[in-house]
Every structure is written in structure tokens, then in C-alpha cells.
């Protein structure tokens, strides 16, 4: 019998231990009702927005426009991405920053100086010949077939020529020796 009321009272004094320290049977989430969690409002983080000025159309729908030709996209957060401000900008011919529109017109006056007949934008790419333009490059200045290779060839060859697909080692090994055979034979 003793054990039994010295059972219920270290019971009863833990129960009352948990009520004091604020510990109940019922889940703190069924006690306090459920309030909707309100979107912080956050900060465009994408650079593209240095160049896009934010509005609201008629509709109420987000807009950006363009600062330098005042070109308009959609641009809500939830529907739409930077994705096509970041193309536009590229393809901008009022973008001050834009490289790629200057350097094509850099080339087209440079073809005009030269006295080019035909127009350069006009030039047929040809892998073929390339490349075998490339095995009498290696085989003139003496360069190792590694040199197609080296990063800094396949940086310029991507800015001066994009389509063209640089040959491997072996590859280029191949034309060389092909190249010297066919200019034996002749």
C-alpha cells in the first residue's frame, strides 16, 4: 500500500513539474489556431533588372520594360523568369553594353576596307576546308598536334568561328598525314 501512494505522488508532483514548465498533453499545434504565413517581400536579385524598369499594366499584371528601347516583357515572379530579359539584352542593338551587335559591325566595315567581293555575312562555312587549313597551319609553323587543344585556340576559335568544330589530336593527326601524302602524290 505504501508503494502504491509513494507512486502517486512522484506522479502527481511530475505532473504538476510539467504544467509549471508549460509542457501539456495537447499538441502546441492544436492549441493555437493556424495563421497563413505571409510572402516576405523580397528584392530583385537578378542583374537584368539594372536594365528593365517594373510596372503594372491596365490589367494588373507585372510588366518590365526595357530602358534602352523601351521593349515590354512579362514579368511576374511566379509565372515568368529573367530568362528572356537576359536574351533580349544580348540581342539589344541599343544596349551600350552589348559586344556581340558591335562586333558585327566591326567585321562587316572591316570586309568594306578590305575590299572584300563578297559580302562576309554572305561566306559559305565549310568544316572540310577549315580543317585542312588548319593541318597546313600545323604543318608551316611546326606546332605540336596538341595545339588544338590549348585553351587559348579553342577561345578564339569560339569567338571567331562558333560553328566550327575543333578536331581532336587524333584527328588533326590524321589530316596532317593525309595533307602531306596528297601534296606528295601531286
Known sequence: MERETLEDDIISDNEMRLEDEGISDIPPEESQP???????????RSKVWDHFIAYTNGEGKPRAKCKYCERNYAADPCKNGTSTMNSHLKACKKHPGNTSVAS?????????????????SHMK?????????????????ELPFKFVENEGFRQFISLALPQFVIPSRTTITRDC?????DEKES
Open 34 to 44: 493556424h495563421r497563413p504565413s505571409k510572402r516576405k517581400d523580397t528584392c530583385k
Open 125 to 141: 562555312f565549310d568544316q572540310e576546308a577549315l580543317r585542312q587549313g588548319l593541318a597546313r597551319i600545323i604543318i608551316m609553323d
Open 104 to 120: 558585327k559591325h566591326t567585321i562587316t566595315s572591316y570586309c568594306q576596307t578590305m575590299d572584300v567581293k563578297e559580302s562576309c
Open 177 to 181: 598525314y593525309k595533307l602531306f601524302f
